[in-house]
T-cell receptor
């Protein structure tokens, strides 16, 4: 059974640009959550999508948005990138109580 | 406000000995707790979880203990192996928002030969 797949693995963007990250959950998992990991703040919850609807949201500015498609694949978008957005972005899919994470996308903003 | 705390940033244990990783939480709404293991540049790997209706859950070499009155949980690894060297995160959630995991800051475990 394939795990959670995130693409791309690495990304370098310039300040002010926008970026889209992709996540394919484990087959059969309808819940997809996104997390940001930085050295200073640790792992922080961004938002969760379930059946194409945002179900929960963390404390991030509106520049961070997401969506989910009918096949449960999810995308996360960050607009007007700032240097502080440099982080490892992790996607997790869930069927019941345990969340299973992808390998993450390392975003560097220069 | 750090609702989940792992006060030991690092821990070194000899191979074969017991590793004990600790985690404290402040939010009494949390009713489900998980431990994840993470290698650099990879996503966290789920290890073990426990519901607040239990005080112990065991899976092979890993046991998690929950003390609700103290708002404290611990992960025991016995015996520790070099491959266990990684950063361990505890995470908590509550039924109302089960998808939203609140993570601790992690403890780096090094298992030495």
């Amino acid at each position: 059974k394939a795990g959670v797949t995130q693409t791309p693995r690495y990304l370098i963007k310039t300040r002010g640009q926008q970026v889209t990250l992709s996540c394919s959950p484990i087959s059969g998992h309808r819940s997809v959550s996104w997390y940001q990991q930085t050295p200073g703040q640790g792992l922080q919850f961004l938002f969760e999508y379930f059946s194409e609807t945002q179900r929960n949201k963390g404390n991030f500015p509106g520049r961070f948005s997401g969506r989910q498609f009918s096949n449960s694949r999810s995308e996360m978008n960050v607009s007007t990138l700032e240097l502080g957005d440099s982080a490892l972005y992790l996607c997790a899919s869930r069927m019941n109580t345990e969340a299973f994470f992808g390998q993450g996308t390392r975003l560097t903003v220069v | 406000d750090q609702q989940v705390k792992q006060n030991s940033p690092s821990l070194s244990v000899q191979e074969g000995r017991i590793s004990i990783l600790n985690c404290d939480y402040t939010n009494s709404m949390f009713d489900y707790f998980l431990w994840y293991k993470k290698y650099p540049a990879e996503g966290p790997t789920f290890l073990i979880s426990i519901s607040s209706i239990k005080d112990k859950n065991e899976d092979g070499r890993f046991t998690v203990f929950l003390n609700k009155s103290a708002k404290h949980l611990s992960l025991h690894i016995v015996p520790s192996q070099p491959g266990d060297s990684a950063v361990y995160f505890c995470a908590a959630s509550h039924t109302g928002t089960a998808s939203k995991l609140t993570f601790g800051t992690g403890t780096r475990l090094q298992v030495t030969l």
